[in-house]
Nanobody
Framework: QVQLVESGGGLVQPGGSLRLSCAASGSFFSITAMGWYRQAPGKQRELVAT???????NYADSVKGRCTMSRDNAKNTVVLQMNSLKPEDTAVYYCNARIKPKVWLPAYDYWGQGTQVTVSS
């Protein structure tokens, strides 16, 4: 079974920083890409950032210049460093991984349980 375990959420003041981590564990063939999404109350889940196995990153316009995503392929771990946080960044942040369970199977999307990020004074 594939599991994604997130950590690093919490309460931070505007202008502060947080570091979110996500580790994939279990038995699988490969991870194609990993990403972070967020969902604020009353809103749809939206992309924050993604990173491919080759290290190519993509960021939502709302976080460009404030967030950096990195990946450790050997540890199947990604980190999202968030700086200059704003109240509108408040949401539940979900880790996503596109994983091939077996070499002969297509890649599927797996999700973590979510971690709360609250930006407030």
């Amino acid at each position: 079974q594939v599991q994604l375990v997130e950590s690093g959420g919490g309460l931070v003041q505007p202008g502060g920083s947080l570091r979110l981590s996500c580790a994939a564990s279990g038995s699988f063939f490969s991870i194609t890409a990993m990403g972070w999404y967020r969902q604020a109350p009353g809103k749809q889940r939206e992309l924050v950032a993604t990173i491919t196995s080759g290290g190519a990153t993509n960021y939502a316009d709302s976080v460009k210049g404030r967030c950096t995503m990195s990946r450790d392929n050997a540890k199947n771990t990604v980190v999202l460093q968030m700086n200059s946080l704003k109240p509108e960044d408040t949401a539940v942040y979900y880790c996503n991984a596109r994983i091939k369970p077996k070499v002969w199977l297509p890649a599927y999307d797996y999700w973590g349980q979510g971690t709360q990020v609250t930006v407030s004074s």
